[in-house]
């Protein structure tokens, strides 16, 4: 990817959702809040969310602590699987678990969900051209989040699996020229109080 200037790329999941995911619980919309005004100070030129209402609100949420910073849907950062792995792409000892895991994915899934996973590649990474460095926000779902650290972190394609992400954790990726990305942030919630925290990620890893 070519580019004259740097692009900080800010990667976040939506808050918390009730449990039919029509929006965002009491918790998931104070999630959200307190993430906008962690980003107050950040240079911002957009907001990029996807289109169902859990990605939505958050981005509402997040927007209303800012100023003057659009808004934007964008059908790449919504929910789908991004890239479906062959059994002799997984390791041998994790297949298993994995397909089961994706069993449910129909051919025209798998279909759409390359086709956003390449667009959104195309839309939110890599160096930007001009003479200002550019940073941009992506509220999105679990998935994306974790295709998105994956490809920063050149890992083979099917390794989005296994990353997991707390409701309204920031990631941050540097994508400058002539150099590879870099992960500068990973599931930070530390603009989140401790009965925030955690939620969206497998029991066993709350700490």
Same mark, same amino acid.
């Given at each position: 990817?070519?580019?004259?200037?740097?692009?900080?790329?800010?990667?976040?999941?939506?808050?918390?959702?009730?449990?039919?995911?029509?929006?965002?619980?009491?918790?998931?919309?104070?999630?959200?809040?307190?993430?906008?005004?962690?980003?107050?100070?950040?240079?911002?030129? @957009?907001?990029?969310? %996807?289109?169902?209402?859990?990605?939505?609100?958050?981005?509402?949420?997040?927007?209303?602590?800012?100023?003057?910073?659009?808004?934007?849907? @964008?059908?790449?950062? =919504?929910?789908?699987?991004?890239?479906?792995?062959?059994?002799?792409?997984?390791?041998?000892?994790?297949?298993?678990?994995?397909?089961?895991?994706?069993?449910?994915? +129909?051919?025209?899934?798998?279909?759409? =969900?390359?086709?956003?996973?390449?667009?959104?590649?195309?839309?939110? +990474?890599?160096?930007?051209?001009?003479?200002?460095?550019?940073?941009?926000?992506?509220?999105?779902?679990?998935?994306?989040?974790?295709?998105?650290?994956?490809?920063?972190?050149?890992?083979?394609?099917?390794?989005?699996?296994?990353?997991?992400? %707390?409701?309204?954790?920031?990631?941050?990726?540097?994508?400058?020229?002539?150099?590879?990305?870099?992960?500068?942030?990973?599931?930070? +919630?530390?603009?989140?109080?401790? @009965?925030?925290?955690?939620? %969206?990620?497998?029991?066993?890893?709350?700490?």
């Amino acid at each position: 990817m070519t580019g004259t200037a740097t692009r900080y790329l800010y990667v976040v999941r939506h808050g918390e959702a009730t449990p039919d995911e029509s929006g965002l619980t009491r918790a998931g919309r104070r999630q959200a809040v307190l993430l906008g005004r962690r980003l107050r100070d950040v240079p911002l030129t @957009a907001v990029h969310h %996807g289109p169902l209402p859990r990605a939505e609100q958050t981005a509402r949420l997040i927007g209303a602590q800012l100023t003057g910073v659009p808004l934007r849907v @964008a059908e790449a950062a =919504g929910d789908y699987v991004p890239h479906l792995p062959d059994r002799d792409e997984l390791p041998a000892d994790a297949a298993d678990f994995f397909l089961r895991f994706l069993d449910g994915v +129909t051919d025209e899934e798998r279909t759409r =969900g390359a086709v956003l996973a390449r667009r959104a590649l195309d839309l939110f +990474t890599g160096p930007v051209d001009g003479a200002q460095d550019r940073h941009e926000l992506v509220v999105t779902h679990n998935f994306l989040v974790a295709w998105l650290v994956r490809e920063a972190m050149h890992a083979p394609k099917w390794r989005w699996l296994g990353l997991n992400h %707390g409701n309204a954790a920031l990631n941050v990726i540097r994508y400058a020229p002539g150099r590879p990305a870099s992960l500068l942030v990973s599931n930070d +919630t530390r603009h989140l109080t401790d @009965a925030l925290r955690w939620t %969206g990620l497998p029991a066993e890893l709350h700490l």
